[in-house]
């Protein structure tokens, strides 16, 4: 690259350590200013006690990573501000859980969601396939994190990736392994300011030097970054209308159902606040997420305005490298601007990776260990979770080198690869939420054929010789770039990517490659709808379980919660025989939790698992607390 790479000013260095320093501070703050029980409890869900507005924060920070940092704005540089559709299915998706998801999680008090299918299919092969599944495909995310900075760092400072991966690696697993669950969430607060006030600063002083909204708009739509509007139902179309808003929100329920979102739903001490979490989060998905996508627009007005696109005059080969680039022109002559927008991005990656560790951590305790182990003290349970936080971050380190190996937007690879993974476990969770009828056989064979499937296409999208991939927009003009720095010939790109234009108009996908040309963005659905209908198939034939077996406990029932304006006559059908009026409803639980609270002596105790009657006089609330007796309280 005959470019010259900007080094950092020392404002920069300063603005960028201080954001790792205090991050890491917080875990060590955590670590030995928290409370002295040094439960497993407190380390993974934060003793269940955590407040609304951190834990709000940490789920959403939690999934905004670098991929939303630098591959939103890749992909509207690249392809247009159709993209911004995507941020709809995002909200959806929360809000369905906090309706879905969260009545159900809430009440069990778990810490592992696949410790929900055991429960459920009275099946520990079924926990274990669902475990391990998003064991693979978090390690898979985290890897993608890890790069998103490092190639940032590589742009703007020529810094070795492998380096940048560890850095950040080492920072996360510090604060996280000896913090725990509560040094994850307040360190995530701290580091959504960081991310915002990067965005921001980003988006002020672009729009000025571009000449406002007006010209920022005038010129997206001149370079045809705002054709938006495509309702073609062809699920072959890299992104429409129907691929973005429902294959997204199909693609997203990982999201909702994921390990790192059950954790901040069990943190929280009552399903009222748990629920009030998930729906808060879901505008805030799209807030944000529109404004990456907003980044995009406003790094392809500059370089249109400045008449010097970078990728078509070899300023840099990669995509994800814009928003590096741009930062470091907009704010040329602002010492420690470039180092505020490399702590947002950090920041936006280490709260992504630490949630990633948390969660790994949790599944590992949950899953592996403790159904095996004879002796269960705290102290032990601890101490192994600690551990596996560590395991789990050199392993990540691995993957991110492997992953800097493929092309494209971090984005693309992100959807594509983990939607083998995440999209499989997500019908395996939906199937035995939605099915009362599904058996453990059916859920087995479904998720693997789930797997096996979208795998196939997903692998078979990136190696098929004969497909042709959806081409980029045509670049920015390239006429006032300095000629005498020209890696490339500018001129010869930009020819080459209309003709890349035209050619894909006239391509017809033959054989195989007609599987393999379907938009990446649905294949978290088609991971769906093949667990249902094989794991329903297969259950049909081995025995359907009986709704009573079912339980209302393991189920929800999606008429009353989605459609509760329907009749009687036609919602009890609909329930499939299961008797949901003897669960306990969410007022009834919050004010039991409240009673448990008052009673300060109780408080200091384990509790215990709940024992829910009811008879002529009320409903009663049981508890056995430590001695074999039991506390009775009237609701």
């Known amino acids: 690259m005959t470019y010259a790479i900007r080094g950092f000013h020392y404002a920069d260095y300063i603005v960028f350590v201080t954001t790792i320093v205090i991050s890491i501070g917080i875990g060590i703050y955590y670590a030995f200013a928290g409370s002295k029980k040094g439960t497993t409890s407190e380390y993974l869900v934060g003793s269940r006690s955590m407040k609304i507005i951190p834990v709000t924060l940490s789920l959403m ?5 670098s991929i939303m940092m630098l591959g939103f704005p890749a992909e509207v540089y690249t ?12 909200g959806f998706t929360m809000l369905i859980g906090s309706r879905l998801i969260v009545p159900l999680i809430h009440p069990l008090k778990i810490t592992s969601v696949y410790e929900y299918l055991e429960l459920r299919f009275k099946s520990r092969a079924v926990r274990t396939i669902g475990s391990s599944l998003a064991l693979l495909n978090t390690v898979i995310y985290m890897g993608i994190v890890l790069f998103g900075p490092a190639i940032a760092l590589q742009a703007v400072m020529g810094f070795p990736l492998v380096v940048s991966m560890s850095v950040v690696a080492c920072a996360s ?68 209308f129907w691929i973005l808003t429902i294959g997204m929100t199909l693609r997203s329920f990982g999201l909702a159902v994921g390990q790192a979102s059950v954790q901040r739903i069990s943190s929280t001490p009552t399903q009222k606040k748990a629920a009030l979490v998930m729906g808060v989060a879901g505008p805030l998905f799209f807030f944000t997420m529109s404004l990456a996508t907003l980044e995009g627009l406003i790094a392809y007005a500059y370089y249109r305005k400045k008449g010097c696109d970078p990728m078509a005059s070899g300023q ?19 010492p420690g601007m470039p180092g505020l927008f490399m702590a947002s991005l950090f920041s936006a990656s280490l709260s992504t990776l630490s949630s990633g560790l948390s969660a790994c951590s949790a599944q590992t305790v949950e899953d592996y260990i403790l159904p095996y182990m004879k002796t269960k003290s705290e102290r032990t349970k601890t101490i192994l979770a600690k551990l596996s936080v560590v395991g789990f971050g050199i392993i990540s380190v691995g993957v991110s080198i492997l992953i800097s190996t493929i092309g494209g937007s971090l984005s693309q690879i992100a959807f594509s690869l983990m939607a083998s993974f995440v999209g499989p476990v997500t019908g395996l969770i939906l199937f035995a939420i939605l099915f009362p009828y599904a058996n ?19 692998v078979g999208s990136y190696m098929s010789p004969t497909l042709m991939k959806t081409p980029r927009l045509p670049p920015a003009p390239i006429d006032n770039c300095p000629v005498a720095n020209f890696t490339i010939n500018p001129y010869n790109y930009t020819n080459i990517a209309l003709q890349k234009i035209e050619d894909f108009k006239h391509y017809e996908p033959q054989g195989l490659d007609k599987l393999y040309s379907v938009s990446y963005l649905w294949l978290g ?47 009890k059908p609909l329930r499939c025989g299961i008797d949901y009026s003897k669960k306990v409803s969410s007022k009834l639980r ?23 009657n009811q008879n002529e006089t009320g409903v ?8 074999g007796h039991s506390n009775i309280e009237h609701v």
């Open 525 to 571: 659905g088609i991971a769906i709808i093949t667990v249902f209908g094989i794991g329903s198939i297969i259950s049909w034939c081995t025995g359907c379980i009986k709704p009573k077996d079912a339980g209302a406990k393991y189920t929800v029932p999606i008429f009353d919660r989605f459609f509760c304006c329907l009749p009687e006559c036609i919602l």
């Open 173 to 240: 697993v510090l604060y996280t392994s000896i913090g725990g669950f509560k040094a994850v969430v307040w360190t995530d607060v701290f580091q959504t300011f960081i991310m915002l006030l990067g965005i921001f600063s980003v988006l002020i002083k672009g729009t000025i030097d571009i000449g406002g909204p007006s010209e920022v708009f005038r010129m997206g739509k001149e370079g045809g970054r705002l054709e938006i509007w495509n309702f073609d139902p062809d699920p072959t179309v890299r992104h429409t």
């Open 590 to 612: 919050d004010n039991y939790d409240v009673i448990i609270k008052l009673d300060t002596n109780e408080a200091q105790k384990t509790r215990s698992t709940d024992k829910i």
């Open 620 to 627: 009663l609330l049981e508890q056995t607390n430590g001695h």
């Open 79 to 90: 392809h247009g501000m159709m993209f911004w559709l995507a941020c709809f299915g995002f």
């Open 61 to 65: 920070v939690s999934f905004e990573s």
């Open 316 to 334: 840099i080969t990669n995509p994800n490298q814009v928003m590096p680039l741009l930062v470091m022109d907009l704010f040329e002559s602002l």
């Open 440 to 458: 453990h056989k059916g859920a087995v064979v479904g998720v693997i054929v789930s797997v096996c499937f979208t795998f196939w296409i997903a």
